[in-house]
C-alpha cells in the first residue's frame, strides 16, 4: 500500500496540525527578520521565541498520537482473518466476493480491473463480481483496534473507482428485477436502463458484473418469444437500444454475444419492430461484430439474412448501419460465403446502380468479389458498365479503387466480359487512367487487368 498522510483518517488533527505549521512558520518569520540591534524591541523579540517553542512542543505531541499504521508491526499480532489476503494488511473495507471469502475492497477491485473474473484464494470462477460489506468482519476489526489504542481510518463509504455508490447498484439490481413483474414494471424500468446505460458508462459495465443480467434484461421479450405473444415495440425498442448501449463497452462485447437469447432477439428486432429498433439492432450486431469470435458466432445464426433483408427495403434511417454490420461480418470468409448465398449481391448491385449509399456498398461489393459465386453473380446482373461508370463519373478514389478491384475479379473469373473491358478501354481509356492516377491499389489493379487483356490479344494473334 501507498504511503499515506500521517493523520489520514483524523480530519480534525489534520485541521489542528496545519493550523500549528501555520503559526510555527509565522513566528519563526518574524524572529528570523527582527532587528537584533533594536533594543526596544528585545523582550518582543524573547516573547515569540516562547511562543514558537509553545507551538513546537504542542505540534510534537499532535504527532505523537498519530495513527498506528494499517502494515502492522511484528511486536503486535493481529486476527489473521483481519488481515486482507491480497495486501497482507488490516482491512479497511471488508467484503466478499461470490465465493464467499474476504478483501478488502480497494485490493480486490484492483484484481476484478485487472480483468480477472476468479476468487484469488479458491481460485473459483465468480459467478458475479458485485462486492457485498461485510459488516462483521469490519464491527470486528473496529473493537480489535479500540482495545490496542490503534485509529483505523474509516473508508469512503457506499463508493467505488467507477463513481458508482451503493445506491446505484441496489437501484440497478431492482430495475433488473422489474423486468419480470407487470407491464408498466417492465417499460418503466426499460426506459430507465436506456438512459442510464446511454448517459453512465459505468452503468455498462454493470452488465458484466452478473452471468444473469443479460437474461434478466431480455426477459420480457425473451418471454413474448417463447408464448408468442403480442410484442409491446415502445418496450422492445428501449430493450434492444440499452443493448446496443452495452455493447459499446468492450468487456461487454463477448458476453452480450454468447448469452443464448441475445442474437436471436436482436434477428427479431431486425425483422419488425420500429424502424429505430431495426436500426439499433443492426447497430449492436456491429458493434458486436468487432470481435472475430463474434463475427463467426453471429453468423452462425443466421443474422446475415435479416440484414440483408432490411438492407433491401432500403429505409433511410437503417441503411448505414446494415450495410457497417454486413461489412463487418464479411471480415471472415464463412460470412462471405453465408451472404452471398443469402442474396447480398443481387441486392447491393440494385441499390448501386439506382446510386443509393454507394459509398459502404461498394466496399461491401469489393469484400464480395473474392468469392467465385458473387463474381458469376455481378457479371450475369450487368455490374461491369456500371463500375466504369461510377470510376469515369465519381470523385472518390475509394470508390474508384473498389470498383476497379471488383473489374479485377471479373477480368481473371469471367473471359465472357473481356470484350466489354476492351470496348471501355478503347472509348474512354478509362483503365490505363486509373493506372496511373489511381491510389496505389487501384493502380495494381488497373495493371492487373490490362496485362491480362493485353495477354489475351497477343495470344489470339499468336494462334
Not at 474512354?428 to 490479344?457: D, E, F, M, P, W
Request: proline letters at 4%.
Amino acid at each position: 500500500m501507498a504511503k499515506t498522510g500521517v493523520f489520514e483518517g483524523d480530519p480534525t488533527m489534520v485541521a489542528k496540525a496545519t493550523e500549528l505549521k501555520k503559526e510555527l512558520q509565522r513566528l519563526v518569520n518574524v524572529i528570523v527578520n527582527q532587528d537584533e540591534d533594536d533594543d526596544d524591541d528585545y523582550h518582543f523579540n524573547v516573547n515569540k521565541i516562547d511562543r514558537a517553542t509553545q507551538t513546537l512542543c504542542a505540534l510534537k505531541e499532535l504527532k505523537s498520537k498519530r495513527p498506528v499504521s494499517l502494515k502492522l508491526h511484528d511486536s503486535l499480532a493481529c486476527p489473521h482473518q483481519f488481515l486482507c489476503p491480497l495486501s497482507k494488511e488490516l482491512m479497511r473495507d471488508p467484503v466478499v466476493v461470490a465465493t464467499g471469502q474476504t478483501y478488502d475492497r480497494p485490493f480486490i477491485q484492483r484484481w476484478l480491473k485487472g480483468g480477472n473474473r476468479t476468487c484469488p484464494q479458491t481460485q473459483q470462477v465468480l459467478s458475479h463480481t458485485l462486492l457485498t460489506p461485510n459488516l462483521l468482519v469490519r464491527e470486528m476489526i473496529s473493537q480489535w483496534c479500540k482495545s490496542h489504542g490503534i485509529q483505523l481510518p474509516d473508508p469512503v463509504q457506499d463508493s467505488n473507482e467507477d463513481g458508482l455508490t451503493e445506491a446505484d447498484r441496489d437501484h440497478f439490481l431492482s430495475l433488473l428485477e422489474k423486468m419480470s413483474s407487470t407491464l408498466s414494471d417492465q417499460k418503466e424500468a426499460a426506459r430507465e436502463l436506456r438512459l442510464l446505460t446511454k448517459r453512465m458508462p459505468s452503468f455498462r459495465a454493470l452488465f458484466g458484473e452478473s452471468l444473469d443480467s443479460i437474461p434478466q434484461l431480455l426477459n420480457p421479450l425473451s418471454q413474448s418469444r417463447s408464448q408468442s405473444d403480442e410484442i409491446h415495440l415502445d418496450l422492445q425498442e428501449d430493450l434492444i437500444t440499452t443493448l446496443l448501449n452495452l455493447s459499446i463497452h468492450d468487456n461487454n462485447k463477448k458476453f452480450v454475444a454468447e448469452t443464448p437469447m441475445a442474437i436471436p432477439l436482436l434477428m427479431d428486432a431486425l425483422r419488425c419492430g420500429t424502424i429505430e429498433t431495426r436500426s439499433n439492432a443492426a447497430a449492436a450486431l456491429f458493434t458486436l461484430s468487432a470481435l472475430d469470435s463474434n463475427k463467426a458466432l453471429i453468423g452462425k445464426s443466421g443474422a446475415l439474412k435479416p440484414l440483408i433483408d432490411l438492407l433491401e427495403e432500403g429505409h433511410p434511417l437503417a441503411m448505414k448501419d446494415v450495410a457497417s454490420a454486413i461489412f463487418n461480418l464479411c471480415i471472415i470468409h464463412e460470412n462471405k460465403v453465408r451472404a452471398v448465398r443469402d442474396g447480398a449481391v443481387r441486392v447491393i448491385v440494385k441499390k448501386i446502380m439506382n446510386c443509393l449509399h454507394v459509398d459502404e456498398l461498394l466496399a461491401i461489393l469489393s469484400m464480395l468479389s473474392s468469392n467465385p459465386k458473387a463474381v458469376e453473380e455481378m457479371g450475369d446482373l450487368g455490374a461491369v458498365p456500371c463500375l466504369f461508370s461510377i470510376i469515369r463519373e465519381s470523385a472518390c478514389g475509394r470508390n474508384k479503387e473498389n470498383c476497379i478491384a471488383i473489374l479485377h475479379s471479373i477480368c481473371f473469373s469471367d473471359r465472357t466480359k473481356w470484350k466489354e473491358m476492351r470496348e471501355e478501354e478503347n472509348t474512354y481509356k478509362t483503365i490505363s487512367q486509373l493506372a496511373q492516377n489511381g491510389t496505389s491499389r487501384a493502380k495494381r489493379k488497373a495493371s492487373g487487368i490490362l496485362g491480362r487483356l493485353n495477354r489475351a490479344v497477343n495470344l489470339t494473334h499468336t494462334a
